[in-house]
């Protein structure tokens, strides 16, 4: 079945750095993407949707200059999170939606934890 | 492995009838268990979470589920289905200390007036 690969599964940064995170669909085209965040306890939080070749759709209250996300190919979308700081401390899944199976696949998310 | 199996690709009910989208998961550790719901062309919306409790998880749009331990099952349910339950519902669930969200392959619900 339709696999997404986010990479990595765990990152821990010193504050001030920036982080990229990875989303590829892996054996189908993902025209929109969509980045999640969860706190400990939490449901998932829609951040942004991400549609290539186009701007990103953030949710009221992103910060888009903090996590740019770019989804230049079909296949690739990225989660920046620039100049991180320990409130940035989250798990963030992404999904992409396969047109052709009507259908929307997950990666198996990131934990990032900010010192 | 911990893994999250729903079993129907497809749900169809009449309006008015109840429902129920099933869900059965393997994973080591106490569960957390998640019901999330996506409408066409829109992002997933979280409708109920299992920590730990009552069994019975009450939740939004008059949804709810069952955390049955022996069954290692999380079946979500509705008494009266609405035309606008229409849409795909995703389980998921997170054991013990890992992070990782394991997600069903998704049960799309159909209603029909």
């Known amino acids: 079945g339709a696999v997404v690969s986010q990479h990595p599964s765990w990152v821990i940064c010193k504050s001030g750095t920036s982080v990229k995170i990875e989303c590829r669909s892996l054996?189908?085209?993902?025209?929109?993407m969509f980045w999640y965040r969860q706190f400990p306890k939490q449901s998932l939080m829609l951040m942004a949707t991400?549609?290539?070749?186009?701007?990103?759709?953030?949710e009221q209250g992103v910060e888009k200059d903090k996590f740019l996300i770019n989804h230049a190919s079909l296949t690739l979308s990225t989660l920046t999170v620039t100049s991180a700081h320990p409130e940035d401390s989250s798990f963030y899944i992404c999904?992409?939606?396969?047109?052709?199976?009507?259908?929307?696949?997950f990666g198996s998310g990131t934990q990032l934890s900010v010192l | 492995a911990q893994s999250v199996a729903q079993p129907e690709d497809q749900v169809n009910v009449a309006e008015g009838n109840p429902l129920t989208v099933k869900c059965t998961y393997s994973?080591?550790?106490?569960?957390?268990l998640f019901w999330y719901v996506q409408y066409p062309n829109r992002g997933l919306q979280f409708l109920l979470k299992?920590?730990?409790?009552d069994n019975l998880v009450k939740g939004s749009y008059g949804f709810e589920a069952e955390f049955n331990k022996s069954q290692t099952s999380f079946h979500l349910k509705k008494p009266s289905a609405l035309v606008s339950d229409s849409a795909l519902y995703f389980c998921?669930?997170?054991?013990?200390?890992?992070?990782?969200?394991?997600w069903g392959a998704g049960t799309k619900l159909i209603i029909k007036p």
């Open positions: 999904s992409a939606r396969d047109l052709g199976a009507e259908k929307l696949f």
């Open positions: 054996d189908f085209q993902a025209t929109t």
């Open positions: 991400s549609n290539e070749g186009s701007k990103a759709t953030y």
């Open positions: 994973v080591s550790g106490n569960p957390y």
């Open positions: 299992y920590i730990t409790g």
């Open positions: 998921a669930v997170r054991g013990g200390s890992n992070y990782q969200l394991i």
